[in-house]
């Protein structure tokens, strides 16, 4: 049986599609949606009361670049409003004084910011867009002078964990309270750049022990949390805390998701925000119930001592891996395509193949 | 950096500490946390204003819960210091 349903901790808006950037490891799907079905500021504002209503305590505004929108001090002061823990996630390549000024005036918390490497010539190339390191140098001040918090956010991969080191050293720099190093998750745009990406198996052991021995040295000056990924681990994480657990998300256009990545799964119908409201929708919608709790499981899942600590591993990156998204994930040792999951890892982190699809609108 | 009883403890900027109606209970805020303190530190965090000392706080918290003096001082920095650990509590 499943337990009676908590309140959701977090919503994640993607107010956009629209970047600059060109990642080769977006989160956004490969189908990316158009600008010209975008919610409106009206419908945000109702999106995040509603949030509030039925228990959300952080609002993380994405996207896409946020920043786009020319509406989100409006947006982060409605949800200051609202009482909820008000977080940017940029490229900040479109931060500048004036803007700065206005976003934290609207009472905008927590900044996070995105470095695709530790200098110009790594971090352009893998953003796809000129001068992008520098502008993200600049912004970073720009946070701190204005005194909001700021998280760096490391994204790393085989092109770039060479300079991890230099990374935490950047963020130190910079004057952020926390970084966040996360190996590239591998849905969507990451999906399909995996060859170009996966670390080996030596340069994960290698950001594992850079990663210990800083939070050693770094610790009450710097907060290092770290994503590893799955394809060498022996356990699978506890995707999104659990599917439908503590999270969603909304799409664009209102389309209101258990994960960034969910729209890759068959069969679900994800409702919209503007014919449901967000409290229905978290507590009803069929795609929000089909993998909540344990009841969904099959073994080794069910009966698994570790069924309510892991939730099963993540349901997308079992679709894309054994075709079945109510499989064990992958990465979890117990799933007989887990020795697949590593063979594929050390094959195509060995094969050289570093050129990128970068993300942009089809 | 370890805080001791004459440090005067305060939120760290980028914190917010506040009462959850949808819960039940008090939450505080950060960056990708949210920690759901127990009675004792509430009762500990309410005190954090940035003008009295650990000391103090002991002091007023030991009276009010007619407890011994030295052990609630004891509490409050090993609470505080696991705050300041996750810098959540500045000094």
Same mark, same amino acid.
């Given at each position: 049986?499943?337990?009676?349903?908590?309140?959701?901790?977090?919503?994640?808006?993607?107010?956009?599609?629209?970047?600059?950037?060109?990642?080769?490891?977006?989160?956004?799907?490969?189908?990316?949606?158009?600008?010209?079905?975008?919610?409106?500021?009206? *419908?945000?504002?109702?999106?995040?009361?509603?949030?509030?209503?039925?228990?959300?305590?952080?609002?993380?505004?994405?996207?896409?670049?946020?920043?786009?929108?020319?509406? /989100?001090?409006? /947006?982060?002061?409605?949800?200051?409003?609202?009482?909820?823990? *008000?977080?940017?996630?940029?490229?900040?390549?479109?931060?500048?004084?004036?803007?700065?000024?206005?976003?934290?005036?609207?009472?905008?918390?927590?900044?996070?910011?995105?470095?695709?490497?530790?200098?110009?010539?790594?971090?352009?190339?893998?953003?796809?867009?000129?001068?992008?390191?520098?502008?993200?140098?600049?912004?970073?001040?720009?946070?701190?002078?204005?005194?909001?918090?700021?998280?760096?956010?490391?994204?790393?991969?085989?092109?770039? /964990?060479?300079?991890?080191?230099?990374?935490?050293?950047?963020?130190?720099?910079?004057?952020?309270?926390?970084?966040?190093?996360?190996?590239?998750?591998?849905?969507?745009?990451?999906?399909?750049?995996?060859?170009?990406?996966?670390?080996?198996?030596?340069?994960?052991?290698?950001?594992?022990?850079?990663? *210990?021995?800083?939070?050693?040295?770094?610790?009450?000056?710097?907060?290092?949390?770290?994503?590893?990924?799955?394809?060498?681990?022996?356990?699978?994480?506890?995707?999104?805390?659990?599917?439908?657990?503590?999270?969603?998300?909304? *799409?664009?256009?209102?389309?209101?998701?258990?994960?960034?990545?969910?729209?890759?799964?068959?069969?679900?119908?994800?409702?919209?925000?503007?014919?449901?409201?967000?409290?229905?929708?978290?507590?009803?919608?069929?795609?929000?119930?089909?993998?909540?709790?344990?009841?969904?499981?099959?073994?080794?899942?069910?009966?698994?001592?570790?069924?309510?600590?892991?939730?099963?591993?993540?349901?997308?990156?079992?679709?894309?891996?054994?075709?079945?998204?109510?499989?064990?994930?992958?990465?979890?040792?117990?799933?007989?395509?887990?020795?697949?999951?590593?063979?594929?890892?050390?094959?195509?982190?060995?094969?050289?193949?570093?050129?990128?699809?970068?993300?942009?609108?089809? | 950096?370890?805080?001791?009883?004459?440090?005067?403890?305060?939120?760290?900027?980028?914190?917010?500490?506040?009462?959850?109606?949808?819960?039940?209970?008090?939450?505080?805020?950060?960056?990708?946390?949210?920690?759901?303190?127990?009675?004792?530190?509430?009762?500990?965090?309410?005190?954090?204003?940035?003008?009295?000392?650990?000391?103090?706080?002991?002091?007023?918290?030991?009276?009010?819960?007619?407890?011994?003096?030295?052990?609630?001082?004891?509490?409050?920095?090993?609470?505080?210091?696991?705050?300041?650990?996750?810098?959540?509590?500045?000094?």
């Amino acid at each position: 049986m499943n337990a009676p349903l908590s309140p959701p901790l977090a919503m994640l808006m993607e107010l956009t599609h629209r970047c600059p950037l060109k990642c080769p490891y977006c989160s956004n799907p490969l189908a990316l949606e158009r600008a010209r079905d975008e919610l409106d500021t009206a *419908t945000w504002k109702r999106v995040i009361t509603e949030a509030a209503g039925i228990g959300i305590l952080q609002a993380h505004f994405s996207g896409g670049e946020p920043m786009v929108r020319s509406d /989100l001090p409006e /947006l982060v002061r409605h949800a200051r409003a609202e009482g909820l823990y *008000t977080n940017l996630i940029t490229s900040a390549v479109l931060l500048n004084p004036a803007r700065m000024a206005e976003l934290a005036e609207a009472g905008l918390d927590h900044v996070q910011i995105s470095f695709q490497g530790a200098d110009a010539a790594v971090a352009d190339h893998v953003a796809g867009f000129r001068d992008a390191h520098e502008k993200k140098l600049a912004a970073a001040q720009l946070v701190r002078d204005a005194g909001l918090a700021l998280t760096l956010n490391a994204v790393v991969h085989r092109q770039n /964990l060479h300079q991890l080191s230099a990374m935490i050293d950047l963020a130190v720099d910079a004057g952020a309270q926390r970084i966040e190093v996360a190996h590239v998750q591998y849905y969507g745009w990451a999906l399909k750049n995996r060859a170009a990406l996966i670390p080996t198996r030596a340069q994960l052991d290698e950001a594992t022990r850079i990663v *210990t021995a800083a939070r050693a040295n770094l610790a009450g000056t710097l907060t290092i949390d770290y994503v590893v990924p799955d394809y060498y681990a022996a356990r699978p994480k506890a995707c999104m805390g659990g599917w439908a657990r503590q999270f969603f998300n909304i *799409t664009p256009s209102g389309k209101m998701l258990p994960c960034h990545a969910a729209e890759t799964l068959p069969g679900l119908v994800f409702e919209r925000v503007t014919e449901r409201s967000v409290g229905e929708i978290w507590a009803h919608s069929s795609a929000f119930e089909k993998y909540r709790g344990t009841g969904w499981m099959a073994p080794p899942c069910q009966g698994c001592a570790r069924a309510e600590i892991d939730w099963g591993g993540c349901r997308c990156q079992a679709l894309a891996l054994t075709g079945d998204a109510g499989a064990t994930d992958p990465a979890c040792g117990l799933s007989p395509d887990h020795a697949m999951m590593a063979a594929l890892a050390i094959a195509e982190s060995g094969a050289a193949v570093d050129d990128f699809a970068y993300r942009m609108i089809s | 950096m370890s805080l001791t009883a004459a440090s005067v403890p305060r939120l760290a900027r980028h914190v917010r500490f506040r009462f959850d109606a949808a819960r039940n209970c008090h939450v505080l805020l950060a960056p990708e946390r949210v920690i759901m303190p127990d009675a004792i530190a509430v009762a500990v965090l309410e005190c954090c204003d940035g003008v009295v000392n650990v000391a103090e706080i002991a002091d007023r918290l030991a009276t009010r819960y007619e407890a011994p003096r030295d052990a609630v001082l004891a509490d409050c920095l090993e609470m505080l210091n696991d705050l300041a650990d996750k810098s959540m509590i500045a000094s």
